[in-house]
């Protein structure tokens, strides 16, 4: 794994290939992938239109999902009661790909976030934290969604310690 000067390497705990997880690693990269035919014509799975669909997706707006949601989840593998989890998480998906290896406090110190927008962010309620979390996330490029993805869904104390950890542990550019 490549490291830059200071970045703490995300122990193998952070990066198993859980269930959840990988799924949602998966659904990443698909959206992001593009495949090169035997004429060296460049193809991608979900178009820049149906990644804009994805990226406008609101459970406000929304009654019935655009075609991309339907052709990313598989059937049968979301959970309904967990629609306005679907609809937070899929246009972060879109805007920021998956890269592997930072977690996501030391990916958001190096970005600059403050610190008090980060602490207030993780003491917020799962719905909330959903809510502000394009706004958190605006200035990354990429993130491990391994890791973000199911503190995303399941807003355990445990992560939030561990984004907070990583996040003040972090040295800062001065």
């Not at 593009?34 to 460049?42: A, G, I, M």
């Not at 339907?70 to 967990?82: A, F, I, K």
């Not at 993805?149 to 950890?165: F, T």
Request: positive net charge; glycine residues 4%.
């Amino acid at each position: 794994m490549n490291q830059f000067p200071g970045q703490r390497p995300v122990p193998p705990a952070r990066t198993a290939r859980s269930g959840f997880s990988s799924f949602v690693r998966t659904l990443a990269e698909r959206i992001h992938k593009v495949e090169v035919d035997r004429d060296e014509k460049r193809h991608r799975e979900f178009s820049s239109g149906d990644q804009a669909m994805l990226r406008r997706l609101s459970p406000e707006r929304d009654t019935v999902p655009p075609e991309a949601y339907w052709r990313l989840l598989p059937q049968g593998e979301t959970d309904w009661s967990q629609r306005a989890f679907w609809y937070a998480l899929l246009p972060l998906l879109v805007r920021h790909p998956h890269a592997e290896g930072t977690s996501l406090g030391t990916a958001l110190a190096r970005a600059g976030v403050s610190e008090a927008r980060v602490e207030r962010w993780l003491r917020r309620t799962a719905r909330d934290a959903r809510a502000d979390a394009p706004r958190l996330f605006s200035r990354l490029v990429t993130v491990d969604w391994t890791e973000a993805g199911p503190l995303l869904r399941y807003w355990r104390q445990r992560d939030r310690w561990r984004v907070a950890d990583d996040f003040f542990s972090t040295p800062r550019e001065q």
